[in-house]
């Protein structure tokens, strides 16, 4: 045995290391809404659907291999990454009096929410979309919900929010929340989203 | 001949225009750093930046952690991307319509974990978002899932 077959020996594994290539596992996670979720593996010509919580695939020079992970595994493997994952964005409506800018008794109990939901993030971005019900003619309702935008803009600006976390944007009457003809006076359309991210 | 080459020169020019206007389109402010540990740095046209949290990403930058590092980002649509230590994950390709939520989001793990919930952009078309690994690619429906690519 010569130091030249122990080199051709040493060449051989490190050639097997190679060919092993970079290993790469995905694993599909429960989906928290309890939606039907699937994530499809594509390489080259075959691919492979993962469809069933904790549904693992590991990827090789050799090709893919299905495995069943679990709970223990994954937060093994991927619990840094996991720990690292943003909070959901928070969506919230307020509701506003027929024709005006000005938010309901009820909605006003809704900013405390929104305000709990910004405390927990370390650095928050605001999106606020205004809408309106169908009276009236477009201009006058793009006007006005861009109006109820920049009110809720304000009142979050009173309780400390920066102006400049804050995107308003005005929809009119484009976007009902509830279907209805023109000129109707729906309560639930007379609305402002809030999406906290 | 005669009759293929303007076809390809009118290819190449529809190209060069497409591209021109995604460039237009690409995005400056595509998504934001929510969570950061250890070290995070972000490579942006050839620049090195601090991953801080509060960071405004752009399309193509590329985030990469150290051996302690982690970073979580919240992108336009909500999507939300998640890496651990050790990893280079490129925003490749992020296009969004807030209002329409049609869209098209690429990014790609190089190397470490990932850990991934989609947004809207997924939510509309379950083409319209990919992760790539070196030897894959990953459509996204509706969907949470983690990825590693270990070198």
Same mark, same amino acid.
């Given at each position: 045995?010569?130091?030249?077959?122990?080199?051709?020996?040493?060449?051989?594994?490190?050639?097997?290391?190679?060919?092993?290539?970079?290993?790469?596992?995905?694993?599909?996670?429960?989906?928290?809404?309890?939606?039907?979720?699937?994530?499809?593996?594509?390489?080259?010509?075959?691919?492979? @659907? +993962?469809?069933?919580?904790?549904?693992?695939?590991?990827?090789? !020079?050799?090709?893919?291999?299905?495995?069943?992970?679990?709970?223990?595994?994954?937060?093994?493997?991927?619990?840094?990454?996991?720990?690292?994952?943003?909070? =959901? =964005?928070?969506?919230? #409506?307020?509701?506003?009096?027929?024709?005006?800018?000005?938010?309901?008794?009820?909605?006003?109990?809704?900013? $405390?929410?929104?305000?709990?939901?910004?405390?927990? %993030? =370390?650095?928050? $971005?605001? *999106?606020? *979309?205004?809408?309106?019900?169908? @009276?009236?003619?477009?201009?006058?309702?793009?006007?006005?919900?861009?109006?109820?935008?920049?009110?809720?803009?304000?009142?979050?600006?009173?309780?400390?929010?920066?102006?400049?976390?804050?995107?308003?944007?005005?929809?009119?009457?484009?976007?009902?929340?509830?279907?209805?003809?023109?000129?109707?006076?729906?309560?639930?359309?007379?609305?402002?989203?809030?999406?906290? %991210? | 001949?005669? #009759?293929?080459?303007? !076809? &390809?020169?009118? !290819?190449?020019?529809?190209?060069?225009?497409?591209? +021109? /206007?995604?460039?237009?389109?690409?995005?400056?402010?595509?998504?934001? *750093?929510?969570?950061?540990?250890?070290?995070?740095?972000?490579? &942006?046209?050839?620049?090195?930046?601090?991953?801080?949290? /509060?960071?405004?990403?752009?399309? $193509?930058?590329?985030?990469? #952690?150290?051996?302690? /590092?982690?970073?979580?980002?919240?992108?336009?649509?909500?999507?939300?991307?998640?890496?651990?230590?050790?990893?280079?994950?490129?925003?490749?390709?992020?296009?969004?319509?807030? #209002?329409?939520?049609? /869209?098209?989001?690429?990014?790609? +793990?190089?190397?470490?974990?990932?850990?991934?919930?989609?947004?809207? *952009?997924?939510?509309?078309?379950?083409?319209?978002?990919? @992760? !790539?690994? =070196?030897?894959?690619?990953?459509?996204?429906?509706?969907?949470?899932?983690?990825?590693?690519?270990?070198?």
């Amino acid at each position: 045995m010569s130091r030249l077959a122990r080199a051709a020996g040493l060449f051989v594994a490190t050639l097997l290391v190679a060919c092993a290539g970079p290993k790469e596992t995905i694993v599909l996670l429960p989906n928290a809404a309890g939606q039907e979720t699937a994530v499809t593996v594509t390489q080259g010509e075959r691919q492979v @659907v +993962l469809s069933q919580p904790y549904a693992g695939a590991r990827l090789s !020079r050799s090709g893919a291999e299905a495995f069943p992970s679990n709970v223990q595994q994954v937060q093994t493997q991927y619990g840094a990454a996991l720990a690292a994952q943003p909070l =959901p =964005p928070a969506q919230f #409506t307020l509701f506003f009096v027929e024709g005006k800018d000005e938010f309901t008794d009820e909605s006003k109990r809704v900013v $405390d929410t929104v305000f709990a939901e910004i405390a927990k %993030r =370390p650095v928050v $971005d605001v *999106i606020v *979309i205004g809408h309106t019900d169908t @009276v009236g003619n477009d201009a006058l309702n793009d006007a006005l919900s861009r109006q109820r935008a920049d009110v809720v803009r304000a009142a979050f600006a009173a309780r400390g929010l920066a102006a400049d976390k804050v995107v308003t944007i005005g929809r009119g009457k484009r976007e009902l929340a509830v279907p209805t003809g023109d000129g109707v006076a729906e309560p639930r359309n007379r609305r402002v989203e809030i999406l906290v %991210r | 001949m005669t #009759t293929m080459l303007p !076809r &390809r020169l009118g !290819r190449v020019l529809f190209v060069a225009a497409a591209s +021109l /206007g995604l460039c237009h389109v690409a995005q400056a402010d595509v998504g934001q *750093i929510k969570v950061a540990s250890g070290q995070v740095s972000v490579e &942006r046209k050839g620049q090195s930046l601090p991953g801080r949290v /509060g960071l405004v990403l752009e399309a $193509d930058d590329v985030l990469r #952690t150290g051996a302690d /590092g982690s970073v979580g980002i919240t992108m336009r649509d909500n999507s939300l991307l998640s890496a651990g230590p050790n990893s280079i994950l490129s925003l490749e390709h992020f296009e969004f319509d807030p #209002t329409t939520s049609d /869209g098209r989001f690429d990014a790609r +793990l190089r190397r470490g974990t990932l850990a991934v919930v989609s947004g809207r *952009i997924a939510k509309k078309s379950p083409q319209a978002m990919t @992760v !790539r690994t =070196p030897s894959a690619v990953l459509g996204v429906r509706g969907t949470e899932f983690v990825v590693s690519v270990d070198e």
